[in-house]
């Protein structure tokens, strides 16, 4: 019998893309990064030191032995099990044996700096400092008396030191704790954090790396970054410098529009510089190996001179294993040369795995070399129509066919890196940019027009009568790359908050790829357009299950020091504060708010208006709503992230007024008087009630305010017996009286307060008065996030987690 094999035809055999080899390198990138990660993570006993010794050594010698038989298995893809696993297994113990050691230089480190003042080490800035909440943040290398180095830290100083200088100081040592931000530094190899008192002395790098570093002060003074948008955006392209980005807010709608790496310098700056050279060059009569050279040269005093960010060290080290594999004759091979150049720096710099840009540059390099062309493929297949019968094509619908398989090209690039680096991304930002793949296909041209642009100009600074008119130009397109951002992170759902954890997200995305490489099918349109269907149905669905279903519900958030008590029912949603960071961002983003009808702001002070600023472009918000006689007295930055939030202003809201949250009812109790927000007093409290479908609820909410002003909300009959209360002030000794739990009676009071804060909230005081009047007592540093929803015989509570061994659901029908 004959068997019938479906073949397709010649023109889809010409553009389907042919499955790529994996290098065994890739194999070995991917042991050695998870084995550092384990390691610096989880740590190792220092007892296991003389044993992982020994099997460095031994894995050495077998590496160099497996090494040397792979050497025929280079192309083959994954056929070769039998050799990939050994150079796995040698890959895992290396890698442990490297992160055990440089675990060890880490708390070296840390003990050094613990034991001797901080004025006796000399620290050495690396790169440029970001502006923070209380200064100038960057890391430094820490050196002895002779020059050696001890170890790197966190730098915090109250004002901006130059990359490169090196700075004496009077300070404080921090030592990295066991808390997510410690064990990501010290992932990192970071020691810990040295906080600047008072700088004694400031001692700029000299020799040619100095002179270097001050063209670059020279360059950057020619372009007044601090004068527009589109002079930071240049600033930020061209010389690395993003301190002027983040002073503008700008970053907010780099992150929005999933487009934060086309400022960081890396391999998208490196591919123009080394286009513009090989253009120059190839005029000359130079040898290949010559220009080469040369061009690698000019590219690393690039990367110098933007201050030798990690990104552009990268892609540097990327291009140099690139140009060294032509020079031996060997064809250019993307996924092999990113591979060996990732593995080269995971084995010298075992800290680099727990860097987020380096798995982020390795991840998005990989899923394009991988499966960028058949992305692309598929997209263009699908977008494809069908030719009319005739001889030949006019020239603009050649044209347009050019350009649609241009777009699919770049869409699918951008898709793909957008995919493969999800399981990174959301559990860091805790969002997911809708509109990355439009907003890089739109601004890239633009991005390499403002760079090519502006690397010109930063050539001719010694000639400003030459630069003017290129720097003008530069500055206009830069200009226009901004107008067109900002228009993009303002689009509805632009940006969606999403927590994931990693774990589940990277192993859904292993299982899809591997099937995918397996199957490698043939795209047909028909089966495209289903799955498109399917995906614009159920994203629809998901939306919409978002926006309009909403259970009725208060819940008092979990953001850390701070208050944040989102009011939901069904399509509408109102947030009363939004805590101190960026943890409210992330906190709505598991309660699955995409939108708020509004934002009121009880009082002015960080802990409850600090995370206004993290909600721009994360969130969609109609408005926000302060007390009376507070809007005159708003800061300037809080005024500038209200609007860029709201679309206009803060509007005032006063004693009697009332918000509306579907069948929620806000009505404003206190204060009386026009306030300046400055003060707990100056609180806005709220009295909430809900009733429908025989459900109901009471509660007051009362922001900072105090036992005075309860008080004289009970005295005035303006809220007497509730079924939830949220604590005022934190839960602090002045909270409420025992009177005024006794009348207020709730059921359950919930405490918004750190773990660990200096405050010591909640206070033993105001707990013994809530449980005195038989109140179920709550505080988010124990059980997290609260939950409060209506019922019909009394309100229904639940937690985040657990405390003391206590049930999840804390109270049903009170």
Same mark, same amino acid.
């Given at each position: 019998m004959t068997a019938i094999v479906a073949v397709p035809s010649r023109e889809a055999d010409a553009r389907m893309p042919v499955r790529p080899a994996i290098p065994v390198t890739l194999w070995g990138l991917v042991a050695i990064i998870l084995a550092e990660r384990a390691v610096l993570h989880f740590g190792m006993p220092r007892s296991f030191g003389s044993i992982a010794v020994a099997v460095g050594v031994g894995v050495g010698a077998c590496l160099l032995a497996v090494l040397a038989m792979m050497r025929k298995a280079m192309g083959r893809g994954v056929a070769d099990v039998p050799a990939v696993l050994p150079f796995v297994l040698a890959s895992v113990l290396v890698g442990a044996l490297l992160g055990w050691l440089a675990l060890g230089r880490v708390n070296s480190a840390a003990e050094a700096l613990s034991t001797t003042p901080v004025s006796a080490w000399g620290l050495e800035v690396e790169g440029d400092m970001a502006e923070g909440g209380r200064g100038w943040w960057g890391r430094a290398r820490v050196l002895d008396e002779s020059g050696g180095k001890v170890g790197a830290v966190w730098l915090s100083s109250p004002t901006r030191l130059e990359c490169g200088s090196m700075v004496s100081c009077v300070g404080r040592f921090k030592p990295n704790g066991d808390d997510e931000w410690g064990v990501s530094s010290r992932m990192q190899g970071l020691a810990g954090t040295v906080s600047v008192v008072h700088v004694t002395a400031v001692r700029e790098v000299g020799g040619s790396l100095g002179a270097v570093l001050r063209m670059r002060q020279t360059v950057l003074a020619s372009f007044s970054p601090d004068e527009s948008d589109g002079a930071a955006v240049l600033a930020g392209s061209v010389c690395g410098d993003r301190a002027p980005i983040r002073s503008r807010g700008l970053d907010d709608a780099f992150a929005t529009c999933g487009v934060s790496h086309l400022v960081a310098v890396s391999g998208g700056h490196l591919a123009?510089?080394?286009?513009? $050279?090989?253009?120059?060059?190839?005029?000359?009569?130079? %040898?290949?190996?010559? #220009? %080469? *050279? $040369?061009? &690698?040269?000019?590219?690393? &005093?690039?990367?110098? =001179?933007?201050?030798?960010?990690? *990104?552009?060290?990268?892609a540097g080290i990327m291009s140099c294993v690139s140009f060294g594999g032509s020079l031996v004759g060997r064809r250019s091979h993307a996924l092999s040369s990113t591979c060996a150049a990732a593995l080269a720096m995971a084995l010298l710099d075992p800290y680099v795995s727990g860097q987020l840009g380096f798995l982020l540059s390795v991840a998005s390099v990989v899923g394009i070399? &991988? =499966? %960028?062309?058949?992305?692309?493929?598929?997209?263009?297949?699908?977008? #494809? +129509?069908?030719?009319h019968p005739g001889r030949g094509q006019p020239a603009l619908v050649h044209t347009l066919g050019r350009l649609r398989s241009n777009i699919c090209d770049a869409l699918g690039v951008s898709l793909v890196a957008q995919l493969f680096t999800l399981p990174l991304t959301c559990p860091a930002f805790g969002e997911v940019s809708l509109i990355a793949p439009l907003a890089n296909l739109v601004l890239a041209p633009l991005f390499a027009c403002l760079v090519s642009l502006g690397l010109a100009a930063a050539a001719l600074t010694p000639l400003s009568a030459l630069q003017?008119?290129?720097l003008a130009a530069a500055e206009g397109v830069s200009q226009a790359f901004c107008?067109? &951002?900002?228009? $993009?992170?303002?689009?509805?759902?632009?940006?969606?908050? +999403?927590?994931? *954890?990693a774990a589940p997200m990277l192993a859904i995305l292993c299982a899809a790829s591997a099937a995918l490489y397996g199957v490698w099918p043939t795209p047909r349109k028909r089966i495209l357009l289903r799955g498109a269907a399917a995906l614009a149905g159920g994203s629809v669905a998901l939306l919409l299950g978002l926006c309009l279903l909403q259970p009725a519900r208060v819940c008092v958030l979990d953001v850390g020091q701070g208050d944040a008590i989102l009011v939901a029912d069904g399509s509408t949603a109102v947030l009363v504060d939004t805590g101190p960071d960026e943890k409210v961002s992330q906190a709505l983003a598991r309660q699955g708010i995409i939108h708020l009808d509004a934002i009121v702001l009880t009082h002015l002070h960080d802990d409850h208006v600090g995370g206004v600023d993290d909600l721009v472009g994360r969130v969609g918000c109609n408005r926000v709503l302060v007390a009376g006689g507070v809007t005159d007295q708003i800061p300037e930055d809080l005024s500038a992230s209200i609007t860029k939030l709201s679309g206009h202003a803060a509007e005032e809201i006063s004693y009697g007024d009332t918000i509306r949250a579907g069948s929620f009812s806000l009505r404003v109790v206190s204060p009386t008087e026009p306030v300046d927000g400055s003060e707990n007093a100056d609180s806005l409290e709220l009295a909430l009630t809900y009733e429908h479908n025989g459900n109901g609820l009471s509660a007051l909410l009362t922001g900072d305010a105090e036992r005075d002003e309860t008080g004289a909300c009970l005295a005035r009959g303006d809220v007497g017996d509730i079924d939830f209360l949220k604590v005022g002030h934190h839960g602090s000794e002045l909270s409420l009286t025992s009177e005024e739990a006794a009348a207020l009676d709730p059921e359950v009071s919930v405490a918004s307060a750190g773990e660990g804060n200096k405050y010591g909230h909640p206070r033993e005081e105001c707990v013994d008065a809530l449980e005195g009047a038989d109140s179920v007592f709550l505080c988010t540093k124990d059980v997290g996030t609260v939950t409060v929803r209506p019922g019909a015989r009394g309100p229904v509570v639940s937690s985040e987690r657990t405390s003391g061994g206590s049930a999840a659901a804390l109270v049903s029908g009170l």
């Amino acid at each position: 019998m004959t068997a019938i094999v479906a073949v397709p035809s010649r023109e889809a055999d010409a553009r389907m893309p042919v499955r790529p080899a994996i290098p065994v390198t890739l194999w070995g990138l991917v042991a050695i990064i998870l084995a550092e990660r384990a390691v610096l993570h989880f740590g190792m006993p220092r007892s296991f030191g003389s044993i992982a010794v020994a099997v460095g050594v031994g894995v050495g010698a077998c590496l160099l032995a497996v090494l040397a038989m792979m050497r025929k298995a280079m192309g083959r893809g994954v056929a070769d099990v039998p050799a990939v696993l050994p150079f796995v297994l040698a890959s895992v113990l290396v890698g442990a044996l490297l992160g055990w050691l440089a675990l060890g230089r880490v708390n070296s480190a840390a003990e050094a700096l613990s034991t001797t003042p901080v004025s006796a080490w000399g620290l050495e800035v690396e790169g440029d400092m970001a502006e923070g909440g209380r200064g100038w943040w960057g890391r430094a290398r820490v050196l002895d008396e002779s020059g050696g180095k001890v170890g790197a830290v966190w730098l915090s100083s109250p004002t901006r030191l130059e990359c490169g200088s090196m700075v004496s100081c009077v300070g404080r040592f921090k030592p990295n704790g066991d808390d997510e931000w410690g064990v990501s530094s010290r992932m990192q190899g970071l020691a810990g954090t040295v906080s600047v008192v008072h700088v004694t002395a400031v001692r700029e790098v000299g020799g040619s790396l100095g002179a270097v570093l001050r063209m670059r002060q020279t360059v950057l003074a020619s372009f007044s970054p601090d004068e527009s948008d589109g002079a930071a955006v240049l600033a930020g392209s061209v010389c690395g410098d993003r301190a002027p980005i983040r002073s503008r807010g700008l970053d907010d709608a780099f992150a929005t529009c999933g487009v934060s790496h086309l400022v960081a310098v890396s391999g998208g700056h490196l591919a123009i510089l080394a286009g513009t $050279l090989a253009a120059l060059l190839g005029k000359t009569r130079l %040898g290949p190996g010559v #220009r %080469g *050279s $040369l061009a &690698l040269g000019v590219i690393a &005093l690039f990367i110098v =001179f933007c201050g030798a960010p990690a *990104s552009a060290v990268r892609a540097g080290i990327m291009s140099c294993v690139s140009f060294g594999g032509s020079l031996v004759g060997r064809r250019s091979h993307a996924l092999s040369s990113t591979c060996a150049a990732a593995l080269a720096m995971a084995l010298l710099d075992p800290y680099v795995s727990g860097q987020l840009g380096f798995l982020l540059s390795v991840a998005s390099v990989v899923g394009i070399c &991988l =499966f %960028g062309s058949y992305v692309s493929h598929e997209l263009d297949v699908l977008t #494809r +129509m069908p030719r009319h019968p005739g001889r030949g094509q006019p020239a603009l619908v050649h044209t347009l066919g050019r350009l649609r398989s241009n777009i699919c090209d770049a869409l699918g690039v951008s898709l793909v890196a957008q995919l493969f680096t999800l399981p990174l991304t959301c559990p860091a930002f805790g969002e997911v940019s809708l509109i990355a793949p439009l907003a890089n296909l739109v601004l890239a041209p633009l991005f390499a027009c403002l760079v090519s642009l502006g690397l010109a100009a930063a050539a001719l600074t010694p000639l400003s009568a030459l630069q003017f008119p290129v720097l003008a130009a530069a500055e206009g397109v830069s200009q226009a790359f901004c107008v067109v &951002l900002c228009a $993009l992170a303002r689009l509805p759902l632009a940006c969606l908050p +999403m927590e994931a *954890s990693a774990a589940p997200m990277l192993a859904i995305l292993c299982a899809a790829s591997a099937a995918l490489y397996g199957v490698w099918p043939t795209p047909r349109k028909r089966i495209l357009l289903r799955g498109a269907a399917a995906l614009a149905g159920g994203s629809v669905a998901l939306l919409l299950g978002l926006c309009l279903l909403q259970p009725a519900r208060v819940c008092v958030l979990d953001v850390g020091q701070g208050d944040a008590i989102l009011v939901a029912d069904g399509s509408t949603a109102v947030l009363v504060d939004t805590g101190p960071d960026e943890k409210v961002s992330q906190a709505l983003a598991r309660q699955g708010i995409i939108h708020l009808d509004a934002i009121v702001l009880t009082h002015l002070h960080d802990d409850h208006v600090g995370g206004v600023d993290d909600l721009v472009g994360r969130v969609g918000c109609n408005r926000v709503l302060v007390a009376g006689g507070v809007t005159d007295q708003i800061p300037e930055d809080l005024s500038a992230s209200i609007t860029k939030l709201s679309g206009h202003a803060a509007e005032e809201i006063s004693y009697g007024d009332t918000i509306r949250a579907g069948s929620f009812s806000l009505r404003v109790v206190s204060p009386t008087e026009p306030v300046d927000g400055s003060e707990n007093a100056d609180s806005l409290e709220l009295a909430l009630t809900y009733e429908h479908n025989g459900n109901g609820l009471s509660a007051l909410l009362t922001g900072d305010a105090e036992r005075d002003e309860t008080g004289a909300c009970l005295a005035r009959g303006d809220v007497g017996d509730i079924d939830f209360l949220k604590v005022g002030h934190h839960g602090s000794e002045l909270s409420l009286t025992s009177e005024e739990a006794a009348a207020l009676d709730p059921e359950v009071s919930v405490a918004s307060a750190g773990e660990g804060n200096k405050y010591g909230h909640p206070r033993e005081e105001c707990v013994d008065a809530l449980e005195g009047a038989d109140s179920v007592f709550l505080c988010t540093k124990d059980v997290g996030t609260v939950t409060v929803r209506p019922g019909a015989r009394g309100p229904v509570v639940s937690s985040e987690r657990t405390s003391g061994g206590s049930a999840a659901a804390l109270v049903s029908g009170l």
